[in-house]
């Protein structure tokens, strides 16, 4: 059974930085690539970033481009995400998911595993 498990959420103030960890658990990790996105109340899931298996290859939202910044260690099943210079509107749940097919890199939609989620809130 595929589990996700995202920590390092709270509350920070603006301008603060937070690194969020995914910890996978009942898949091969180094060959899955995993995405991590965020969610208010009433609005729709936001994709943030993504990176391959591999480590080699990154994707960020464009508006997120510069303050964001994602990363694995396939040692310790872990991607982070690491947020710097955080702003209220940066306030969210943030997920992390994975696809269901290995060595798949997919686009913002095509994820199949869950995490649930992590508190994020930036004060002003």
């Known amino acids: 059974q595929v589990r996700l498990v995202e920590s390092g959420g709270g509350l920070v103030q603006a301008g603060g930085s937070l690194r969020l960890s995914c910890t996978a658990s009942g898949l091969t990790f180094s060959t899955y690539a995993v995405g991590w996105f965020r969610q208010t109340p009433g609005q729709e899931r936001e994709f943030v970033a993504r990176?391959?298996?591999?480590?080699?290859?990154?994707q960020y939202a464009d508006s997120l481009k510069g303050r964001f910044t994602i990363s694995r260690d396939n040692a310790k099943n872990t991607v982070y995400l690491q947020m710097n210079s955080l702003k209220p509107e940066d306030t969210a749940v943030y997920y992390c998911?994975?696809?269901?097919?290995?060595?798949?890199?997919?686009?913002?939609?095509?994820?199949?595993?869950w995490g649930q989620g992590t508190q994020v809130t930036v004060s002003s």
């Open positions: 990176i391959s298996w591999s480590g080699g290859s990154t």
């Open positions: 998911a994975a696809p269901r097919r290995y060595y798949y890199t997919p686009p913002e939609s095509d994820y199949d595993y």
